[in-house]
T-cell receptor, first 116, second 115 residues
Framework: KAGVTQTPRYLIKTRGQQVTLSCSPI?????VSWYQQTPGQGLQFLFE???????NKGNFPGRFSGRQFSNSRSEMNVSTLELGDSALYLC???????FGRGTEQFFGPGTRLTVL | DQQVKQNSPSLSVQEGRISILNCDYT??????FLWYKKYPAEGPTFLIS?????DKNEDGRFTVFLNKSAKHLSLHIVPSQPGDSAVYFC??????????????FGRGTSLIVHP
């Protein structure tokens, strides 16, 4: 079974631009979560999508948005990029949604975004 | 306000010895705890978990201990192997109205196991 894939793996943008990141979950998984990892803050939860609906949202500004398609693939968009958005963006999928409790999340390798 | 804290950014251990990684939390609503391991250029991989109804969970060389009164958990790796060298994240969750469990991660501890 193929793992979680994320594209692109690396991205360089300039301040003010927008960016779209893509995540393909493991086949059969319906939940996709997004995380931001920075050296100073560790992993921070952005949002979770389940069956094309945003089910949970972390504490990030509205510039961060996402969506999920009928095939469970998900995209994350960041508008009006700021220097502080430079980070590793991780996507994780699970079958039934949730975190742990028997519904283990599988992470992709991440997209490294650099904002200049 | 950090609800999950891993106060040691790094830990160095000799191969064959025990590695102990610590994690403290402040939110008494957390009832499920996990450890993830992350190698460079890869996403985190699930290692072991523990529910708040238990105080110990073991899986091979990995054991997680939970002390609810102290709001503290630890991951023991015995014996440590060079391949265990990675960043270890502690994470905690509590039930949410939406039915899933939004995780809170610590900042990670980098473990180096020397041959």
């Amino acid at each position: 079974k193929a793992g979680v894939t994320q594209t692109p793996r690396y991205l360089i943008k300039t301040r003010g631009q927008q960016v779209t990141l893509s995540c393909s979950p493991i086949s059969g998984h319906r939940s996709v979560s997004w995380y931001q990892q920075t050296p100073g803050q560790g992993l921070q939860f952005l949002f979770e999508y389940f069956s094309e609906t945003q089910r949970n949202k972390g504490n990030f500004p509205g510039r961060f948005s996402g969506r999920q398609f009928s095939n469970s693939r998900s995209e994350m968009n960041v508008s009006t990029l700021e220097l502080g958005d430079s980070a590793l963006y991780l996507c994780a999928s699970s079958y039934g949604g949730g975190f742990g409790r028997g519904t283990e999340q599988f992470f992709g390798p991440g997209t490294r975004l650099t904002v200049l | 306000d950090q609800q999950v804290k891993q106060n040691s950014p790094s830990l160095s251990v000799q191969e064959g010895r025990i590695s102990i990684l610590n994690c403290d939390y402040t939110n008494s609503m957390f009832d499920y705890f996990l450890w993830y391991k992350k190698y460079p250029a890869e996403g985190p991989t699930f290692l072991i978990s523990i529910s708040s109804i238990k105080d110990k969970n073991e899986d091979g060389r990995f054991t997680v201990f939970l002390n609810k009164s102290a709001k503290h958990l630890s991951l023991h790796i015995v014996p440590s192997q060079p391949g265990d060298s990675a960043v270890y994240f502690c994470a905690a969750s509590a039930g949410s109205p939406g039915g899933s469990y939004i995780p809170t991660f610590g900042r990670g501890t980098s473990l180096i196991v020397h041959p």
